[in-house]
């Protein structure tokens, strides 16, 4: 059973802190996507990855960046965090060749 | 880029009632369509895909439609239960491509 974990469950972090997301897959899966999921706006993609040092933006990438060092490891980072990013973020991943994601549990980030 | 969406926002229905949910996608490259659940404090799980070289697919109370030249495609949830209960995604993908969000459902089922 493919196994995604996110380090935090809740953070409250203040504006203009640098912010760190972690998500670990314990599946060998290549590809890494990170969402957040705002009441009414469902699930909006943030950046994803399809391989080790590589990452692509999607739909909301300003204000975020990314890092995939590891094949298992994809970091979401905050670099100056805003109120307007509180949020509940989710990472997921999927086999290069497979279909359907698989969820972590989500970090609910509050900014303040 | 793809856009999906996803009516109605929410749906309220009494116990043993149908639900449908519907979905509407933009680009006619996409092939891939999956629904999710989210129960309340837990992560999406996939319910129920399916790809276009089929119209439907059926999983017990669940199916999906599809429509390909509508680009449209919908959930079914037949005898709905209490557990039914939690906000249904339905997504859009060519391939195994990156998935795009419908604004997601709210489904209540009363006892």
């Known amino acids: 059973d493919v196994k995604v974990t996110q380090s935090s469950r809740y953070l409250v972090k203040r504006t203009g802190e640098k912010v760190f997301l972690e998500c670990v897959q314990d599946?060998?899966?290549?590809?890494m996507f990170w969402y957040r999921q705002d009441p009414g706006l469902g699930l909006r993609l943030i950046y994803f990855?399809?391989?080790?040092?590589?990452?692509e933006k999607g739909d909301i990438p300003e204000g975020y960046s990314v890092s995939r060092e590891k094949k298992e490891r994809f970091s979401l980072i905050l670099e100056s965090a805003s109120t307007n990013q509180t949020s509940m973020y989710l990472c997921?991943?999927?086999?290069?060749?497979?279909?359907?994601?698989?969820f972590g549990s989500g970090t609910r980030l509050t900014v303040v | 880029g793809e856009n999906v969406e996803q009516h109605p926002s929410t749906l309220s229905v009494q116990e043993g009632d149908s639900a449908v949910i519907k979905c509407t996608y933009s680009?006619?490259?996409?092939?891939?369509f999956p629904w999710y659940k989210q129960e309340l404090g837990k992560r999406p799980q996939l319910i129920i895909d399916?790809?276009?070289?089929?119209g439907e697919k059926k999983d017990q109370r669940i199916a999906v439609t599809l429509n390909k030249t509508a680009k449209h495609f919908s959930l079914h949830i037949t005898e709905t239960q209490p557990e039914d209960s939690a906000v249904y995604f339905c997504?859009?993908?060519?391939?195994?491509?990156?998935?795009?969000f419908g604004t997601g459902t709210r489904l209540q089922v009363f006892p």
């Open positions: 399916i790809r276009s070289n089929v």
């Open positions: 990855s399809y391989d080790v040092k590589m990452k």
């Open positions: 997504a859009a993908s060519k391939g195994t491509d990156k998935l795009i």
């Open positions: 599946m060998d899966h290549e590809n």
């Open positions: 997921a991943s999927s086999p290069p060749r497979g279909y359907g994601y698989t």
């Open positions: 680009d006619s490259a996409s092939n891939y």
